[in-house]
């Protein structure tokens, strides 16, 4: 046998132990992927809103990798069975426990609510619209409150105040989720359902009686507290007639300087009678006036 033989018949060896052991090691690899280690995580099988409970059909238990698993979701689905959802749950999306109303709390609104919490309804439409049909669940609100005083008091007729901040919204009208478009239409808006403190209820009902409440929308990010003043009808007419003093005075000193012109000297006129010589001074500015 030729070397050139010899040397075809070790490199087809080779390559061929190569390929051997090269597939030896892709099967051990796939079939550690195949048994890697799994846990049960119970997922919906239906979209859940807020404030619905779910039944047996809702949800079911499915394998994850072990190393997906997060902390908090349930592992066993009788565990969710006639629980509230307290927030939007999406098909195939994990369920856990946090968001889900505690066993026995019951279903509705009144399941949203945690302990030691109120819900307080404004009835007016106008703090319903007053940021134009924006005002959705979920969001954070400031609550203002209008009165109305008489003309000869210190308000001089009305004054608004910020009764409380950073309150959070439960419901508008009878929705607990918010519209796909993101957006109420005003005219159909009627109440806005509040989270409060029972202090805050005790406030917000005696303001409803008194006055006209309003919202005013902010990020639900930002529940920093602000100090503000209340705003009255005498500090706004103040400061409508100090706007309106200076404007007339700018206006008076544009006008002086847009007519300002210098004023021609006094003419001095000779006449001649006779042998009579005499002079005439004439004022431009008598001239004009007459």
């Known amino acids: 046998m030729s070397i050139r033989a010899v040397i075809v018949i070790f490199l087809a060896a080779v390559c061929g132990l190569s390929a051997a052991w090269g597939m030896s090691h892709i099967r051990a690899s796939t079939n550690g992927a195949v048994e890697a280690e799994t846990a049960t995580v119970v997922v919906a099988t239906a979209p859940l809103s807020k404030g619905q409970m779910i039944t047996e059909g809702d949800v079911e238990a499915r394998q994850w990798p072990k190393d997906a698993v997060c902390e908090g979701v349930l592992q066993d689905a009788d565990i969710a069975v006639k629980r509230v959802a307290v927030v939007p749950i999406l098909p195939g999306e994990p369920v856990f426990d946090a968001k889900l109303a505690p066993e026995g709390a019951g279903r509705g609104l009144a399941s949203l609510i945690p302990r030691g919490m109120r819900a307080y309804t404004i009835q007016a439409s106008k703090a319903a619209s007053s940021v134009g049909g924006f005002v959705l669940p979920g969001n954070k609100v400031d609550i203002l409150l209008t009165l109305r005083g008489r003309n ?127 002079e005439v001074e004439v004022d431009p500015r008598a001239q004009r006036g007459n």
Do not use: C, W, Y
């Not at 309150?167 to 509040?194: C, F, G, M, W, Y």
């Open 152 to 278: 000869d008091d210190q308000t001089g007729g009305g004054s608004t105040i910020t009764l409380l901040q950073a309150i959070e919204v439960l419901a508008v009208d009878q929705q607990l989720d918010a519209p796909a478009e993101n957006k109420n239409d005003p005219r159909q808006l009627h109440s806005v359902t509040l989270l409060v403190t029972p202090e805050q209820v005790a406030v917000l009902d005696l303001g409803q009686s008194s006055g006209a409440l309003t919202l005013s929308l902010r990020n639900t990010d930002d529940l920093n507290e602000t100090t503000t003043r209340p705003a009255t009808l005498s500090d706004f007419r103040r400061q409508q007639k100090k706007s309106s003093v200076t404007s007339a005075a700018n206006v008076q000193q544009l006008m002086q300087d847009a007519g300002h012109v210098e004023e021609p000297p006094a003419v001095r006129i000779i006449t001649l009678r006779g042998d009579q010589r005499g």
